[in-house]
């Protein structure tokens, strides 16, 4: 895919201060051929532009920065959260799967995932050459996770599901088979490494506040990865003890957090540590029929806990980036997120910004993403209702109705419907 012509302009809209951009309520932004944006201001300050760059006008429509979902699997297919009945599926249609769900994520406005498990290299590669439509890839390839933990899928009978989910096995215990899973995973394409700090929901044989890897495996991990150019840990953990070693062990960012208690929050703000809550997951009530009981059961008493637990520490002032496990939640509802973050305390500038510049500094692309500002790439959305008073619209994607990814149009209403 190559950016549109000699640039793209998006003319007159609004502008929100506090994204990267002045405030403006007529404003552009101009992505050049190379897709980066060239410039972003107030219209009465617009350099002179070349005749064949390509003009949009989005008067009365909102322009922000292109989301950032920290969270996701794209790799999991809707249709089917059994996992045994999972694992009877064919893995082109698994595969297949991923050109639907990366679509409809790109449609919803995000422009950048943090797989956390699942996607590899082959799906990363296949968005950047165009091969299918979706957002920008981080991957994680396969969590580390203990046996036993949550992501082993070994259950009681001796059927091993490992193999249907990745041909990357993520089981370790002890420092050396950590670090080594590690170099696995870092060697396979990954871009972050994922551990399972506790048990979970999904998983058969164990409970959400069960720990899963301890502080020195934890920390061989964090050693690993940072000796790969820096690259940082994210740790799945929900229970309160787990959560406590995940920060301890040094992971970049606690994803979900249901259980988090004052202390590590303290310690999380100390160490910038980022939380990643889920909302959008951890506020879903399962279809009974349709998933395993026991998976039915967890899940109603863990709401619980994440709706006791997270508001007072959303509010606290720990860093808090977007991220929504859609792969367990359905895909393309992303925005969603931004809902749920305001349901439990945090403004919606804030919001906005856990979906935009704390992403991008939670995955370390500050310099790329997370705000429209000049040498940036040039990944701009346009929403036709007000993301600051109307924030829950944008879980509806239609509210999306123009996508842009490194200055390639991904979607655009607007000028259909001129
Ligand atoms: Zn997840």
Redesign the pocket.
């Known amino acids: 895919m190559t950016a549109e012509g000699s640039g793209l302009l998006l003319e007159h809209g609004r502008l929100i201060g506090g994204l990267g951009s002045d405030k403006s309520d007529d404003g552009g932004v101009l992505v050049g051929a190379d897709g980066r944006i060239k410039w972003v201001g107030p219209m009465a300050q617009i350099p002179p532009i070349a005749p064949d760059v390509r003009r949009v006008d989005v008067t009365g429509k909102w322009m922000l920065p292109g989301f950032i979902d920290c969270?996701v699997?794209l790799s999991n297919a809707d249709a089917e959260r059994d996992p045994l009945r999972r694992a009877t599926l064919p893995k082109s249609y698994l595969h297949l799967s991923v050109v639907q769900s990366a679509r409809v994520t790109l449609q919803a406005g995000v422009t950048t995932v943090r797989d956390?498990?699942g996607a590899d290299l082959g799906m990363k590669m296949a968005i950047d050459q165009g091969i299918i439509d979706g957002p920008r890839m981080l991957i994680a390839v396969t969590p580390i996770s203990v046996t036993g933990g949550h992501g082993d899928a070994c259950y009681p009978s001796g059927l091993d599901l490992l193999g249907f989910r990745s041909q990357y096995p993520g089981i370790a215990d002890g420092e050396v088979e950590c670090r080594k899973r590690a170099r696995e995973m870092l060697r396979a394409g990954a871009d972050v490494i994922k551990i399972h700090a506790t048990g979970g929901v999904w998983s058969p044989r164990d409970q959400p506040d069960d720990e899963g890897l301890t502080i020195p495996e934890i920390t061989a991990v964090v050693d690993e990865a940072r000796r790969h150019r820096g690259k940082r840990v994210a740790a799945?953990a929900q229970g309160r003890g787990g959560i406590a070693n995940a920060v301890l062990g040094g992971v970049a960012s606690v994803?979900h957090g249901y259980e988090i208690d004052e202390a590590t929050v303290e310690e999380m703000i100390k160490r910038g540590t980022y939380l990643v809550p889920?909302l959008t997951t951890a506020t879903t009530v399962p279809d009974k029929q349709a998933v395993p009981l026991v998976s039915y059961e967890k899940k109603m008493k863990w709401i619980e806990v994440a709706r006791n637990c997270l508001p007072k520490a959303l509010t606290s002032g720990v860093r808090i980036a977007m991220g929504t496990?859609c792969?367990?939640a359905a895909h393309g509802r992303n925005l969603t997120e931004l809902r749920r973050l305001v349901e439990f305390g945090v403004s919606p500038m804030e919001a906005l910004l856990a979906g935009t510049r704390y992403a991008a500094e939670l995955i370390d692309r500050s310099d790329e993403l997370g705000s429209l500002a000049v040498g940036k790439f040039g990944d701009v959305v346009v929403a036709d209702c007000d993301p600051l008073q109307q924030i829950d619209q944008l879980e509806d994607s239609n509210h999306i109705v123009m996508v842009v990814k490194e200055g390639v149009v991904y979607k655009d209403l607007v000028s259909q419907t001129r």
Request: hydrophobic share 20%.
């Open positions: 969270h699997h956390l498990g799945h994803e889920t496990d792969g367990v």
